[in-house]
């Protein structure tokens, strides 16, 4: 194949480069040097929090069996947030727990939230 800058929808494509599987309609952006990514990173700060605050909530990284039970948890859990904003949802995604959120959970001193609905057999 040949590279491409732009795909149509449903079009068939081979895209390299995700640790994870991104979720259908999931914003993503191109980092052209890691050099860009790490000052990204280090100049970002949460809209709640103050530079030199720490938030000390509870920290959350959802995980569902699929798009529907993720949806449904991620509207309880940002529900209860805007009640009590003690909790904070810092990513979510469909699948099984894996080594990259449990190190992303650590490094973010978050707890993983997983709902799994099991197969009707």
């Not at 990284?61 to 993720?70: E, F, T, W």
Request: hydrophobic residues 40%; without cysteine; aromatic residues 4%.
């Amino acid at each position: 194949g040949e590279p491409i800058k732009e795909i149509a929808p449903s079009a068939p494509a081979l895209v390299i480069g995700f640790e994870t599987l991104p979720q259908a309609g999931e914003a993503f952006s191109v980092i052209e040097a890691l050099k860009e990514t790490v000052q990204g990173e280090s100049s970002k700060t949460s809209p709640r929090e103050k530079p030199g605050e720490e938030f000390l909530g509870l920290r959350l990284i959802l995980k569902a069996s699929d798009g529907g039970s993720l949806e449904a948890l991620s509207e309880i859990v940002k529900s209860l947030a805007k009640e009590k904003p003690v909790l904070r949802v810092l990513g979510e995604s469909v699948g099984d727990v894996n080594d990259n959120d449990v190190k992303f959970a650590i490094s973010s001193k978050a707890a993983i939230s997983r709902i799994f609905s099991a197969p009707i057999v």
